[in-house]
């Protein structure tokens, strides 16, 4: 069982690559506008450099005259990474920034977006080799096409023993891999508030993992001295593995 594992955990350190961060545009000088209405209006998008082909979850988008909340869009004619994004908008706005999806985001304030990539996570079975949620991005336009930019990460494993019911996985260069994070799109940075150095990993919706792929979300980096992980099985026996 053990060779078994080991043989699984070899994947993280061959699928982990630094995400880069997202190229944004420079915020313009406008005046901000008294009488402004909500307007129904489409968005070309696309998702850039991303592990998903889906879009599913809600977009939320925001303009530059900040006085006032984003509005959810939902994707309409999905082809693959492409979507139109339909909803109401502060129309005519200066420039759009848009997160996806929109509950990934804690707050977007001041041109600085603020998520949380938590250091418990409970992971589906990877058929597909996507990531099984909607890859974490964010967009910024002049225009109505935008194009996302992924600001996560994600670590693929697959599991080859049975009866594993989770596992601890830590950096061996004592990396944070979890924590609270801020993207600021004027600085093209995404910056840690505060981090967790272990990430712990459940099977979701069953006591055990089955024999499959899955993927976990890490903040982004490189990892270079690969990473440990402490796995444990249903009777409770425990065994380290880097």
Known sequence: RFLAIAMAMAA??????????PTPNPRPEVEVKKEVVLTDISF???????????????????????????????????????????????????????????????????????????????????DAELA???QVTFAQALSTELKFTPVTAYASFTVGADELVSFT???????????QTEIDVFQKDVNLI??????????????????????????????????VATLTFEDGTTYENT
């Open 12 to 21: 993280f350190a061959a699928c982990v690559k630094e995400v880069p961060a």
């Open 44 to 126: 070309d998008a696309r998702l850039g450099e991303s592990l998903s082909s889906v879009w599913n979850g809600q977009v939320v988008i925001y303009d530059n005259d900040a006085p006032h909340e984003g509005n959810i869009f939902e994707a309409t004619k999905v082809n693959g990474t492409r979507a139109t994004l339909t909803g109401k908008a502060y129309d005519p706005a200066d420039m759009y920034y848009a997160l996806y999806p929109a509950t990934a985001f804690e707050s977007f304030q001041g041109g600085k977006a603020v998520r949380n990539i938590p250091a418990n996570q409970a992971v589906k079975a990877n």
């Open 169 to 179: 996985l830590r950096a061996a260069g004592d990396e944070n891999l979890a924590g």
């Open 132 to 134: 099984p949620d909607a």
């Open 194 to 227: 505060s981090g967790e150095k272990t990430i712990t990993v459940t099977p979701e919706g069953g006591k055990v993992f089955d024999i499959k792929a899955y993927a976990v979300e890490i903040l982004p980096g490189e990892y270079k001295n690969g990473f």
